[in-house]
């Protein structure tokens, strides 16, 4: 199915999803930088990007909820989103209780406690972004109308028997 919310032909949600997932992880590595460097402007970095991040990650999900929407149920490409939704809202929780713990601490450096937070925030947007591209290249979500919304996953057998050409 073709993306439902586009600027200048292009699908939104995909074309800024790049923002946040850059920022997170950006974060994430501030944070590898701050422990390794004891800056404090390192830290606080992290801190921002952090910020930044789940502000820009609320925006994109309105978009892919609205894409979602879009999507016939019943399908697997359906499911699949529905994971990749869950998963995205788990991984900007996580942040977010990252970010709560660096604002609570003077300078907003990070802690380990925090540092744990967005290393599980930045595990699972890896699984999620997985989930995205299982979307767009298996499913063609955001690509083309009616193409391969109950396509076989990477792990099963297509429902000819055959193997799916996308394997």
């Not at 949600?13 to 994430?28: S, Y």
């Not at 802690?111 to 999620?128: E, H, K, P, R």
Request: contains cysteine.
């Amino acid at each position: 199915m073709e993306a439902r919310m586009k600027l200048f032909g292009h699908p939104i949600h995909q074309m800024t999803v790049v923002l946040p997932l850059g920022l997170l992880a950006g974060a994430w590595l501030f944070d590898i930088g701050y422990f390794i460097t004891d800056s404090p402007t390192v830290g606080k970095v992290a801190y921002y990007n952090t910020g930044l991040g789940l502000i820009a990650g609320l925006i994109v999900a309105v978009f892919g909820f609205l894409d979602w929407r879009g999507i016939p149920g019943g399908t697997r490409a359906k499911r699949v989103g529905a994971w990749h939704a869950t998963a995205n809202v788990a991984v900007l929780l996580l942040f977010a209780v990252s970010w709560t713990f660096r604002y609570m601490v003077p300078e907003h450096l990070p802690t380990v406690l925090a540092f744990c937070f967005a290393t599980a925030g930045a595990l699972l947007a890896m699984f999620s972004g997985w989930l995205g591209g299982e979307l767009v290249n298996r499913h063609m979500i955001g690509v083309k109308d009616g193409a391969g919304l109950d396509a076989s996953g990477p792990f099963m057998r297509s429902s000819a028997g055959t193997k799916s050409p996308h394997r």
